[in-house]
């Protein structure tokens, strides 16, 4: 029997769930967009049994992109028909579609949106 102190891990119900996780970061050092790029939000269908695993893919995944994590925001459980144009819009929902299919193939399917820096103003 479990302690208070320990849970269980979080797993999904089915094959046909995934982990969505979504991490602040910020350019690596040696990422060609660090002099340009403020930042940004990765965006992560994960096929993965647990939570945990699905967070270390997804910090994995980010960092061979040439992203570091800064923040970890959110996470939930989603399946592909979770999304729809109505809300999402078309464009959207193919890329994210695309996503979940990368997911569903490679383990990881990533998106990022960005930020440029922000320059100093002249006065």
């Known amino acids: 029997m479990p302690s208070a102190d320990t849970r269980d891990p979080m797993r999904r119900d089915s094959k ?18 660090a002099a340009k790029c403020g930042g940004g ?19 994995s995944r980010i960092k061979e992109v040439g992203w570091e994590a800064v923040t970890f925001m959110h996470w939930e459980m989603v ?4 999304y729809s144009a109505a809300v999402h819009g078309e464009n959207n929902l193919r890329m994210i579609h695309q ?18 820096k922000r320059g100093r103003r002249k006065r």
């Open 79 to 82: 399946r592909r028909d979770t």
């Open 16 to 33: 046909y769930q995934l982990f969505f996780v979504q991490v602040k970061v910020a350019p690596g050092k040696d990422n060609r967009e």
């Open 41 to 59: 939000i990765a965006s992560a269908w994960v096929d993965a049994e647990v939570f945990e695993e699905a967070v270390e893919k997804t910090f």
């Open 99 to 116: 996503c979940i299919a990368i997911a569903m193939k490679h383990g990881v399917g990533l998106m990022l949106a960005t930020w440029p």
